[in-house]
């Protein structure tokens, strides 16, 4: 990654170099043509100021001729024309204003003279009107009173006739009230007698469909009598298989928790083992690349390890760091001990130092301090103090040949290494010196160091103790063990598995072997119960049809009657109808009324004239007089305002004819003038156009001049710019490779864009995202990976043995949408077949017919409606009326209930919306299915009450409900 960075840094410093100096190219060229050009403009300001100069010179001198000819009169004369002109407009827009005043009222006071004539015309009018009306009501007051006698004395005559009359028409009423009593008898008894026949039909296929039915259920329950003991004896066996198997798989299931058990346990040890060696083999590769770190920044100390390992001076034992090992728990506290010292070299005696200073000062690298084992003066440790958080002296803490024992001294001397920084301070306070397990070093001056201490690799360190054989052998010896029990539990684990599928098959098998036992069972007492129904309903069927018989007979016994009483009535009635037609105070009375009406028409003509004539009078008293003072007030007014206006327009003439003499002398001079100087006006106007040319032509000169000077400023800029930029580019680049080759390299390439460098640059932050993402090397990194490697695995077997279940689920669960399907469809059909039977009941010579939406997948759609009642074409539900709706849907209820009955039902009014012939039809319907539940129906229908059993009625009384009532069966019974 790091090689990347180094070639996309060196192909954005190359290419921006290249890039920079290509555009210092370019920037040189446009200044020179900027610099041209600015010569060109100045030259041309030059020239076009000199000509604007002699222009205005010229435009002056043609002023001064102008003058010398006009004797100085023109300007006064062209002031006094422009003044004139002026008042001359003036005085004519006034004399107009006043001359359109004038004609404005002239007109309005012919306007309201013509309104006055008009408003005169219709009072005069008016008035004939009025006069007229008065008459006409003064003959209709005359022909009021001659019919007003006449109605007196024809309703005289009629009273006589009226009391005749009326007793033969309350006859007549009375016997069409009875005639009307006994048609709705005949038709009630005609239409319970045709219903009690489609009844008894129903019941006679109701019994046929019934034993039908009946057969079926019985062999269906013989048939189950034989399979339901096999499929119980089966399933037994299979069940205590499965308990076997249960018991079986716990055994194992418990062995293979303790092998789980020891496995964790092992493997935590291992993984604490091999985390353990990597440590101690990262701190021995630590201390390594630190010394060697060291004696590459210490070429003296380097220098003569050089001369011990070649053997060119011989007595040099090495450093003190080197001599001696340690326990890594008491590393830093022995390197803090120890200082510089650690670094000094141990030499046989005080000849094998010098000889190896002679080197030293000879090939000039450096000094080093040496400790002659002979020479060194040392202190043997005192007591060690009885004091808390003591650990020993330091020099006790070191492993080394006991032959280096004056050189150890001397570096340790009596320092105290103690538990923390406390016993240090307590120690060192009192003369001894101290340092503390986490560096704290307190000496015997009571100066303290401390704070946190972090290798630099300034100095060197004692060895730490190499236990990686030992840790080694044991981690071998621990991984033994684990891979056994890792094959035990993979036994134990395979043959738990094998019994946990067998077990799930057993499970399942059961489960559907329990399932498909309760399913018989449940079918057996269904048929049982069904059986039950149908001899039930057998048996109340035929009690039924022998009571419709004996119903039928005494209704057909009842109309004979009804027909009598019907044909003597008629009869009495024609009598009465011949008596009224005989009778004259039908005529009278129409005669009376026609008077009457005539009567009103006068009463109504003579109302309107009144009206008129009312009207007529408040019209010319109140708007025609009042309307006619007004406008003779607006003509006087008009009069007085005329003659002040004709008078201010005759003033205004003879101001506008004195200002039109005054202005066409004074345009006569100015003419002349005009005339005298016509060639040098023309001359001075070129030179003024031009003089106007000229100073365009600065302004735009100076523009241009402007711009030029900021784009030379722009690209100086842009220039030094680029050069400071490639300066640094250069220094970046040459940091990373050669400038030259690598400018010369590309030379020949496709220059890049700077979109392309900028795209570089993205991946440089990329790459050192991903680098800084990295982080430091894990040393946990391999157990980590094992660790995981093992959990990935066991998911891996969980996935697959899910997957599995997950199969095995999807297909229980098709077979159970399957029978749930089946079962659906089942109670469907026999549902669609009850609806299509209670509707054809409820609506003899109709069909109906329950459809699925989607008949491929049942349980993924819904159930649409669809009906045909007697006499008309097919429809949907939504299509029907209020009353063949209500018919589909009590259809549709009763079919359910058919097929699954409850105890009882309760209605509220559903026969609201039906005829006569539907409410029978209900009626008769439930009066059916009550013998077998229980109906409560609200119903103000007489209909569908003489079908009940039991008449229950509610009546309010001073705010209290009162109830009553009736066994109609007991009435019945009484009558």
Same mark, same amino acid.
């Given at each position: 990654?790091?090689?990347?960075?180094?070639?996309? #840094?060196?192909?954005?410093?190359?290419?921006?170099?290249?890039?920079?100096?290509?555009?210092?190219?370019?920037? #040189?060229?446009?200044?020179?043509?900027?610099?041209?050009?600015?010569?060109?403009?100045?030259?041309?300001?030059?020239?076009?100021?000199?000509?604007?100069?002699?222009?205005?010179?010229?435009?002056?001198?043609?002023?001064?001729?102008?003058?010398?000819?006009?004797?100085?009169?023109?300007?006064?004369?062209?002031?006094?024309?422009?003044?004139? !002109?002026?008042? @001359?407009?003036?005085?004519?827009?006034?004399?107009?204003?006043?001359?359109?005043?004038?004609?404005?009222?002239?007109?309005?006071?012919?306007?309201?003279?013509?309104?006055?004539?008009?408003?005169?015309?219709?009072?005069?009018?008016?008035?004939?009107?009025?006069?007229?009306?008065?008459?006409?009501?003064?003959?209709?007051?005359?022909?009021?009173?001659?019919?007003?006698?006449?109605?007196?004395?024809?309703?005289?005559?009629?009273?006589?006739?009226? &009391?005749?009359?009326?007793?033969?028409?309350?006859?007549?009423?009375?016997?069409?009230?009875?005639?009307?009593?006994?048609?709705?008898?005949?038709?009630?008894?005609?239409?319970?007698?045709?219903?009690?026949?489609?009844?008894?039909?129903?019941? *006679?296929?109701?019994?046929?469909?019934? &034993?039908?039915?009946?057969?079926?259920?019985?062999?269906?329950?013989?048939?189950?009598?034989?399979?339901?003991?096999?499929?119980?004896?089966?399933?037994?066996? +299979?069940?205590?298989?499965?308990?076997?198997?249960?018991?079986?798989?716990?055994?194992?299931?418990?062995?293979?928790?303790?092998?789980?058990?020891?496995?964790?346990?092992?493997?935590?040890?291992?993984?604490? +083992?091999?985390?353990?060696?990597?440590?101690?083999?990262?701190?021995?590769?630590?201390?390594?690349?630190?010394?060697?770190?060291?004696?590459?920044?210490?070429?003296?100390?380097?220098?003569?390890?050089?001369?011990?390992?070649?053997?060119?001076?011989?007595?040099?034992?090495?450093?003190?760091?080197?001599?001696?090992?340690?326990?890594?728990?008491?590393?830093?506290?022995?390197?803090?001990?120890?200082?510089?010292?650690?670094?000094?070299?141990?030499?046989?005696?005080?000849?094998?130092?010098?000889?190896?200073?002679? @080197?030293?000062?000879?090939?000039?690298?450096?000094?080093?301090?040496?400790?002659?084992?002979?020479?060194?003066?040392?202190?043997?440790?005192?007591?060690?103090?009885?004091?808390?958080?003591?650990?020993?002296?330091?020099? #006790?803490?070191?492993?080394?040949?006991?032959?280096?024992?004056?050189?150890?001294?001397?570096?340790?001397?009596?320092?105290?290494?103690?538990?923390?920084?406390?016993?240090?301070?307590?120690?060192?306070?009192?003369?001894?010196?101290?340092?503390?397990?986490?560096?704290?070093?307190?000496?015997?001056?009571?100066?303290?160091?401390?704070?946190?201490?972090?290798?630099?690799?300034?100095?060197?360190?004692?060895?730490?103790?190499?236990?990686?054989?030992?840790?080694?052998?044991?981690?071998?010896?621990? /991984?033994?063990?684990?891979?056994?029990?890792?094959?035990?539990?993979?036994?134990?684990?395979?043959?738990?598995?094998?019994?946990?599928?067998?077990?799930?098959?057993?499970?399942?098998?059961?489960?559907?072997?329990?399932?498909?036992?309760?399913?018989?069972?449940?079918?057996?007492?269904?048929?049982?119960?069904?059986?039950?129904?149908?001899?039930?309903?057998?048996?109340?069927?035929?009690?039924?049809?022998?009571?419709?018989?004996?119903?039928?007979?005494?209704?057909?016994?009842?109309?004979?009657?009804?027909?009598?009483?019907?044909? =003597?009535?008629?009869?009495?009635?024609?009598?009465?109808?011949?008596?009224?037609?005989?009778?004259?105070?039908?005529?009278?009375?129409?005669?009376?009324?026609?008077?009457?009406?005539?009567?009103?028409?006068?009463?109504?003509?003579?109302?309107?004239?009144?009206?008129?004539?009312?009207?007529?009078?408040?019209?010319?008293?109140?708007?025609?007089?009042?309307?006619?003072?007004?406008?003779?007030?607006?003509?006087?007014?008009?009069?007085?305002?005329?003659?002040?206006?004709?008078?201010?327009?005759?003033?205004?003439?003879?101001?506008?004819?004195?200002?039109?003499?005054?202005?066409?002398?004074?345009?006569?001079?100015?003419?002349?003038?005009?005339?005298?100087?016509?060639?040098?006006?023309?001359?001075?106007?070129?030179?003024?156009?031009?003089? =106007?040319?000229?100073?365009?032509? $600065?302004?735009?000169?100076?523009?241009?001049?402007?711009?030029?000077?900021?784009?030379?400023?722009?690209?100086?800029?842009?220039?030094?710019?680029?050069?400071?930029?490639?300066?640094? %580019?250069?220094?970046?680049?040459?940091?990373?490779?050669?400038?030259?080759?690598?400018?010369?390299?590309?030379?020949?390439?496709?220059?890049? +864009? *700077?979109?392309?460098?900028?795209? %570089?640059?993205?991946?440089?932050?990329?790459?050192?995202?991903?680098?800084?993402?990295?982080?430091?090397?894990?040393?946990?990194?391999?157990?980590?990976?094992?660790?995981?490697?093992?959990?990935?695995?066991?998911?891996?077997?969980?996935?697959?043995?899910?997957?599995?279940?997950?199969?095995?689920?999807?297909?229980?669960?098709?077979?159970?949408?399957?029978?749930?399907?089946?079962?659906?469809?089942?109670?469907?059909?026999?549902?669609?077949?009850?609806?299509?039977?209670?509707?054809?009941?409820?609506?003899?010579?109709?069909?109906?017919?329950?459809?699925? /939406?989607?008949?491929?997948?049942? $349980?993924?759609?819904?159930?649409?409606?669809?009906?045909?009642?007697?006499?008309?074409?097919?429809?949907?539900?939504?299509?029907? !009326?209020?009353?063949?709706?209500?018919?589909?849907?009590?259809?549709?209820?009763?079919?359910?209930?058919? *097929?699954?009955?409850?105890?009882?039902?309760? %209605?509220?009014?559903?026969?609201?919306?039906?005829? #006569?012939?539907?409410?029978?039809? @209900?009626?008769?319907?439930?009066?059916?299915?009550?013998?077998?539940?229980? %109906?409560?129906?609200?119903?103000?229908?007489?209909?569908?009450?003489?079908?009940?059993?039991?008449?229950?009625?509610?009546?309010?009384?001073?705010?209290?409900?009162?109830?009553?009532?009736?066994?109609?069966?007991?009435?019945?019974?009484?009558?």
């Amino acid at each position: 990654m790091n090689d990347q960075i180094q070639k996309y #840094n060196v192909d954005i410093f190359a290419w921006s170099i290249i890039k920079g100096r290509l555009r210092i190219d370019t920037i #040189n060229e446009t200044l020179a043509q900027r610099a041209e050009e600015a010569e060109n403009l100045a030259k041309e300001l030059v020239e076009v100021d000199t000509n604007s100069t002699t222009t205005e010179t010229e435009i002056n001198s043609i002023d001064y001729d102008i003058d010398q000819i006009t004797g100085g009169n023109s300007a006064r004369i062209s002031e006094q024309y422009g003044i004139v !002109s002026a008042a @001359v407009n003036h005085v004519k827009s006034d004399l107009e204003r006043a001359q359109g005043e004038y004609d404005r009222t002239s007109n309005d006071r012919e306007t309201i003279v013509e309104e006055l004539e008009i408003t005169q015309g219709d009072m005069t009018q008016t008035d004939g009107q009025m006069k007229g009306k008065k008459t006409d009501l003064q003959k209709l007051e005359s022909e009021i009173a001659a019919t007003s006698a006449q109605i007196i004395r024809m309703e005289e005559l009629a009273q006589k006739e009226q &009391n005749t009359y009326y007793e033969t028409t309350l006859r007549l009423q009375d016997l069409n009230n009875q005639l009307r009593a006994l048609d709705e008898g005949v038709s009630e008894v005609r239409s319970a007698i045709k219903s009690d026949n489609r009844e008894l039909g129903s019941l *006679y296929e109701e019994i046929r469909d019934a &034993n039908e039915s009946l057969e079926k259920t019985s062999e269906d329950i013989t048939q189950l009598k034989g399979i339901i003991p096999e499929k119980k004896e089966s399933l037994e066996k +299979t069940e205590k298989i499965e308990v076997e198997r249960k018991s079986e798989l716990e055994e194992i299931t418990k062995r293979l928790k303790t092998i789980d058990a020891e496995v964790d346990e092992s493997s935590k040890i291992v993984s604490a +083992t091999r985390e353990e060696l990597i440590k101690v083999q990262a701190r021995q590769d630590a201390l390594k690349e630190a010394e060697d770190a060291f004696l590459k920044r210490q070429r003296a100390l380097a220098k003569v390890l050089e001369l011990r390992d070649t053997g060119a001076v011989e007595g040099i034992h090495g450093t003190v760091a080197e001599l001696g090992t340690i326990n890594p728990d008491y590393a830093i506290a022995m390197e803090i001990a120890g200082g510089n010292r650690l670094s000094h070299i141990v030499v046989e005696n005080d000849s094998v130092a010098t000889a190896c200073v002679d @080197v030293l000062k000879r090939d000039r690298v450096g000094r080093a301090s040496f400790i002659p084992l002979d020479k060194i003066k040392t202190k043997a440790p005192s007591k060690l103090p009885n004091d808390t958080g003591v650990i020993d002296f330091a020099l #006790n803490l070191v492993n080394f040949d006991q032959k280096m024992l004056p050189a150890f001294e001397f570096v340790f001397s009596d320092t105290i290494v103690t538990e923390d920084f406390d016993s240090a301070k307590r120690l060192g306070f009192k003369g001894q010196r101290a340092v503390s397990l986490e560096g704290d070093l307190v000496e015997r001056s009571g100066l303290m160091t401390g704070g946190y201490y972090q290798r630099s690799g300034a100095s060197l360190s004692l060895q730490v103790e190499d236990t990686s054989p030992e840790i080694v052998e044991r981690l071998q010896g621990l /991984e033994t063990i684990l891979n056994g029990l890792r094959e035990k539990q993979k036994t134990l684990s395979e043959k738990n598995k094998e019994i946990d599928l067998e077990l799930q098959d057993l499970s399942k098998k059961n489960y559907r072997g329990r399932i498909e036992l309760d399913k018989y069972e449940e079918r057996f007492d269904e048929q049982e119960y069904r059986s039950s129904v149908l001899k039930e309903r057998v048996e109340k069927a035929t009690l039924t049809v022998n009571e419709l018989e004996k119903q039928i007979a005494n209704l057909m016994e009842r109309d004979a009657e009804l027909t009598i009483q019907r044909e =003597r009535v008629m009869a009495q009635r024609d009598q009465c109808n011949e008596d009224l037609t005989k009778s004259d105070s039908a005529k009278l009375n129409q005669d009376i009324k026609d008077l009457k009406e005539v009567l009103e028409q006068y009463k109504k003509q003579r109302e309107k004239i009144q009206s008129d004539l009312t009207a007529l009078k408040v019209a010319l008293d109140e708007r025609l007089g009042p309307k006619a003072i007004e406008i003779e007030s607006k003509i006087q007014a008009l009069d007085a305002v005329i003659p002040g206006y004709e008078e201010e327009i005759k003033r205004l003439e003879l101001e506008v004819a004195e200002r039109e003499k005054e202005f066409v002398k004074l345009k006569k001079e100015r003419e002349q003038i005009d005339e005298a100087v016509k060639d040098k006006r023309v001359r001075q106007l070129e030179l003024r156009e031009n003089l =106007r040319n000229f100073r365009m032509r $600065l302004e735009e000169i100076r523009e241009a001049q402007m711009s030029n000077e900021k784009a030379v400023y722009r690209l100086q800029t842009e220039q030094n710019r680029l050069e400071t930029d490639i300066v640094a %580019f250069i220094a970046e680049l040459k940091a990373l490779t050669d400038v030259d080759e690598a400018i010369e390299e590309r030379k020949d390439e496709r220059e890049l +864009t *700077y979109r392309e460098l900028e795209e %570089f640059q993205e991946k440089i932050k990329e790459i050192e995202r991903e680098l800084e993402a990295m982080g430091p090397v894990n040393l946990k990194a391999l157990t980590d990976y094992e660790t995981e490697r093992g959990r990935y695995d066991e998911i891996v077997d969980k996935k697959t043995q899910l997957e599995n279940e997950r199969k095995e689920i999807l297909a229980f669960m098709e077979e159970l949408e399957a029978e749930k399907t089946q079962k659906f469809l089942s109670v469907y059909n026999e549902i669609a077949d009850n609806f299509a039977t209670v509707f054809a009941q409820l609506s003899p010579g109709g069909e109906a017919a329950l459809m699925l /939406e989607n008949p491929e997948h049942p $349980l993924m759609g819904g159930i649409t409606v669809r009906s045909k009642p007697r006499g008309k074409e097919l429809v949907t539900l939504d299509a029907m !009326s209020g009353g063949e709706k209500t018919i589909t849907g009590l259809a549709l209820i009763f079919s359910i209930q058919m *097929y699954n009955p409850t105890s009882f039902y309760i %209605f509220d009014e559903i026969d609201a919306a039906l005829d #006569n012939v539907n409410a029978h039809n @209900v009626a008769l319907l439930i009066s059916q299915m009550a013998k077998a539940s229980q %109906f409560v129906v609200v119903s103000l229908r007489d209909t569908t009450v003489r079908k009940a059993d039991l008449l229950v009625g509610v009546s309010n009384l001073d705010g209290i409900s009162k109830i009553v009532s009736v066994d109609l069966e007991e009435v019945g019974a009484e009558s």
